[in-house]
């Protein structure tokens, strides 16, 4: 290794690792300081394969920045789910228990007749079929020309004469 400023000859430690260190003095603002280093290692292997994190002071439940775990969010998720269906299910119970809950009873209207069924009732008797062709779904009788059942809209069979 090679490094300009010269920074010593180094300090090695329990794990292998020399450490270069080196006081510099002041340095006054906008003034360059640069430090050039060289390094080849004849192997591909690391330095030192196995050094182990250690966190700086010790972890507890009250470490800022620690994250809450997956699980418990989970679970507290889950839970509050069930209790949302549990309380939805009761409430759908009650109320479908109690007398009238269907709500009042819906007024019947009696059936009207078809708009069209009127106007063909209503229709003068030049206007109708003279062949007397019928609709062989309602039994409505058709007007000349009528493609279609004018009361249920299926296509009429005409005869060819």
Same mark, same amino acid.
């Given at each position: ?14 794990? *292998? ?7 510099? *003095? ?39 920045? #620690? ?14 789910? *069930? ?33 069209? &069924?009127?106007? &063909? ?21 058709? #007007? ?18």
């Amino acid at each position: 290794m090679q490094i300009t400023p010269s920074l010593g000859l180094g300090a090695t430690n329990s794990s *292998g690792i020399t450490f270069f260190n080196s006081t510099v *003095g002041t340095v006054k603002a906008g003034t360059k300081f640069s430090v050039a280093m060289k390094y080849q290692k004849s192997s591909d292997t690391l330095t030192a394969s196995n050094l182990q994190v250690q966190p700086s002071t010790p972890i507890s439940s009250q470490t800022p920045g #620690r994250a809450v775990s997956l699980n418990v969010i989970l679970a507290w998720t889950l839970g509050a789910l *069930g209790a949302l269906l549990l309380v939805g299910g009761g409430v759908w119970y009650w109320r479908s228990s109690r007398p009238g809950a269907s709500g009042p009873a819906r007024k019947r209207h009696p059936i009207r007749p078809k708009k069209a &069924a009127v106007q &063909a009732a209503a229709a003068p008797a030049e206007t109708q079929a003279e062949d007397g062709v019928y609709c062989h779904q309602c039994g409505n009788r058709a #007007r000349d020309g009528d493609v279609f059942c004018r009361l249920c809209g299926t296509r009429l069979r005409k005869e060819e004469s």
